[in-house]
Structures are given as structure tokens and as C-alpha cells.
């Protein structure tokens, strides 16, 4: 089983959708959560983080269930620009070392069509 | 804002070669990354440096080599490449409050192919 899994997609949605995007990690000592864009041919950028109590950035909304070992994306209203792969990112946990270590999902790819 | 410059954005090696990818931060970041990314893997960790001369394997470290020499500075080596180190590199920073997990800042890639 890998350590972050998500659904490679595509979603292909119209403008204006909601999209929600969930990934699922299999270390419960993880403490830290990140969702990452990662335009076509681009280096990854940081989106947003996730906390224990969710937040939210204008139409993006991130949300954790430490319970049940996942973390949610939700992008309302979408626009042409948020077309791009999203990945969830976990760190390592446990030991320092470890904690440095961050760990990548595969991506999620959305396609936004006008 | 943070710079991570990669030293090449396209590189084309032979098998057995020793390639050197080169990486600079500017912004004084006490850790630094290195990843390759494959389609459907995702981004893998390397290497990871968290001082200067300090280093620490990730979850694939066979067939590479690093050096921090300088803070700035992380070299990622592939002693004699092969096929299948072909793939895209990409350096990363974060500033280091020994927390870990933090917000990585990468380079813009370095796609390499080894023939």
C-alpha cells in the first residue's frame, strides 16, 4: 500500500463546478498536511495547509479526518486557472528525521473546460 | 520570494556517465531536497540535508550521491547513470525551525535522459 494515495483523475468539470478531491495516508503519527498545485511542465507550489480544524482560502477548502487518515480539497466556483495536478502531501512523522521527510501523493489532475 | 535555481533545465547523458545536478537557494534555507518525479510515482526523496556536511538517505537513495559544501548549495551526483535514472530532478528548500514539514520552495526542474 503506498504511504499517500489519491485518485490520479482526470476530473473534467465546467467552470463554475465544485470539485472535491480526498486523499488517504497510511501513517497515523503524521503531523503535517499540505495540498500542492503543479502546473504542466512546472515545479510543484505550495497551495495550502491543512489543519487539524480545516481552513479555508477564498473557493479552496482544505479539510483532515485524523480518524479515518485522510485529507480533502474542495474548490468551489472553478475557473479555467485552477486546470492543474493537486498533491497531497504528508510528512513523515514520528522521529525528526523523519518529520523532514514529506511525502508525496501521485497527484490528482483537474481539468476545468469552459 | 525564495529562489531555487537548478543549474540545467534539460540535460541528455550516456549510461555510465557521472552526471553532477547542481542546486542554489538564495534565501540562507537550512534544509534542502532533492526529489525525482515519474509519471504515476509521484515525487520520491532522494536525499535530504538539513545542515551543512549533514545528509540523510530518503526512500531512494541507491545510485545517487549528494554534497552540501556550503549552505547555498546542494549537488546531487549519479555516479555512472543509467537507463533508468531517466526522470525529471527537482531541488527543494525549506528554512528549517527543526520542526519538520514544512513549506517546500523547488527549483524548476531538471528532465534528465540517460541513453
Known amino acids: 500500500r503506498k504511504e499517500v494515495e489519491q485518485d490520479p483523475g482526470p476530473f473534467n468539470v465546467p467552470e463554475g463546478a465544485t470539485v472535491a478531491f480526498n486523499c488517504t495516508y497510511s501513517?497515523?503519527?503524521?503531523?503535517?498536511f499540505f495540498w500542492y498545485r503543479q502546473d504542466c511542465r512546472k515545479e510543484p507550489k505550495l497551495l495550502m495547509s491543512?489543519?487539524?480544524s480545516g481552513n479555508e482560502d477564498g473557493r479552496f477548502t482544505a479539510q483532515l479526518n485524523r480518524a479515518s487518515q485522510y485529507i480533502s480539497l474542495l474548490i468551489r466556483d472553478s475557473k479555467l486557472s485552477d486546470s492543474a495536478t493537486y498533491l497531497c502531501?504528508?510528512?513523515?512523522?514520528?522521529?525528526?528525521?523523519?518529520?523532514?521527510?514529506?511525502?508525496f501523493g501521485s497527484g490528482t489532475r483537474l481539468l476545468v473546460r469552459p | 520570494d525564495v529562489k531555487v535555481t537548478q543549474s540545467s533545465r534539460y540535460l541528455v547523458k550516456r549510461t555510465g556517465e557521472k552526471v553532477f545536478l547542481e542546486c542554489v537557494q538564495d534565501?540562507?534555507?537550512?534544509?534542502m531536497f532533492w526529489y525525482r518525479q515519474d509519471p504515476g510515482l509521484g515525487l520520491r526523496l532522494i536525499y535530504f540535508s538539513y545542515d551543512v556536511k549533514m545528509k540523510e538517505k530518503g526512500d531512494i537513495p541507491e545510485g545517487y550521491s549528494v554534497s552540501r559544501e556550503k549552505k547555498e548549495r546542494f549537488s546531487l551526483i549519479l555516479e555512472s547513470a543509467s537507463t533508468n535514472q531517466t526522470s525529471m530532478y527537482l531541488c527543494?528548500?525549506?528554512?528549517?525551525?527543526?520542526?519538520?514539514?514544512?513549506?517546500?520552495?523547488f527549483g524548476s526542474g531538471t528532465q534528465l535522459s540517460v541513453l
Open positions: 491543512v489543519y487539524s
Open positions: 501513517n497515523s503519527a503524521s503531523q503535517s
Open positions: 534565501m540562507d534555507h537550512e534544509n
Open positions: 527543494a528548500s525549506s528554512l528549517g525551525t527543526g520542526t519538520g514539514g514544512e513549506k517546500l520552495f
Open positions: 502531501v504528508v510528512n513523515g512523522g514520528g522521529m525528526m528525521d523523519s518529520s523532514y521527510k514529506l511525502i
